[in-house]
T-cell receptor
Framework: GAVVSQHPSRVICKSGTSVKIECRSLDFQATTMFWYRQFPKKSLMLMATSNEGSKATYEQGVEKDKFLINHASLTLSTLTVTSAHPEDSSFYIC???????????FGSGTRLTVV | LAKTTQPISMDSYEGQEVNITCSHNNIATNDYITWYQQFPSQGPRFIIQGYKTKVTNEVASLFIPADRKSSTLSLPRVSLSDTAVYYCLVVGGSQGNLIFGKGTKLSVKP
């Protein structure tokens, strides 16, 4: 089945630094990938839709200059949290789909802690 | 996008059948229904998906009435490891994005 690999699983960084999270579709090509963030005991919130070869589409209220998304190939999308602050600490999850009838596969998530 | 409503939490005991119902009154003709399971600090895992009537796989069944305004996820003989949050989502079109509701936190007790 479809596998989405997300790295790192856990990262701690200092305030003001940038962190890159990778999302790879291992055995399929994904023209579209999605990025979510999740706060403790809350549901997943869609941040943006990553489109291969074009600009990402951001949800309302998500700062595109803060959360840089690059989808340079059909198997890799990256999310860079720039100038991270403690309020950016969260669980970030990516997902991709093989197509409408195959469901969406999610990465294992990245726990970001900004100190 | 169709909004979904499901119970915030449910309790069950090992070996029981659990049914979680989700309302999606504004579902469109092209939308289909999908359910995910999430454990703490993990990404959601696909459980089952359907368009109408009944769908069954090795882990669950999904019942969808004719009007498609609701759906019921049925987990047969739950175990402690089924304790998780279950999300009902309605997805439209090709590779439409997934918008998560609040989910149902299922607690299975021994």
């Amino acid at each position: 089945g479809a596998v989405v690999s997300q790295h790192p699983s856990r990262v701690i960084c200092k305030s003001g630094t940038s962190v890159k999270i990778e999302c790879r579709s291992l055995d399929f090509q994904a023209t579209t990938m999605f990025w979510y963030r999740q706060f403790p005991k809350k549901s997943l919130m869609l941040m943006a839709t990553s489109n291969e070869g074009s600009k990402a589409t951001y949800e309302q209220g998500v700062e595109k200059d803060k959360f840089l998304i690059n989808h340079a190939s059909l198997t890799l999308s990256t999310l860079t949290v720039t100038s991270a602050h403690p309020e950016d600490s969260s669980f970030y999850i990516c997902s991709a789909s093989l197509g409408q009838f195959y469901g969406y596969t999610f990465g294992s998530g990245t726990r970001l802690t900004v100190v | 996008l169709a909004k979904t409503t499901q119970p915030i939490s449910m309790d069950s005991y090992e070996g029981q059948e659990v049914n979680i119902t989700c309302s999606h009154n504004n579902i469109a003709t092209n939308d289909y229904i999908t359910w995910y399971q999430q454990f703490p600090s993990q990404g959601p895992r696909f459980i089952i998906q359907g368009y109408k009537t009944k769908v069954t796989n090795e882990v669950a069944s999904l019942f969808i009435p004719a009007d498609r305004k609701s759906s019921t996820l049925s987990l047969p003989r739950v175990s402690l490891s089924d304790t998780a949050v279950y999300y009902c989502l309605v997805v439209g079109g090709s590779q439409g994005n997934l918008i998560f509701g609040k989910g149902t936190k299922l607690s299975v007790k021994p």
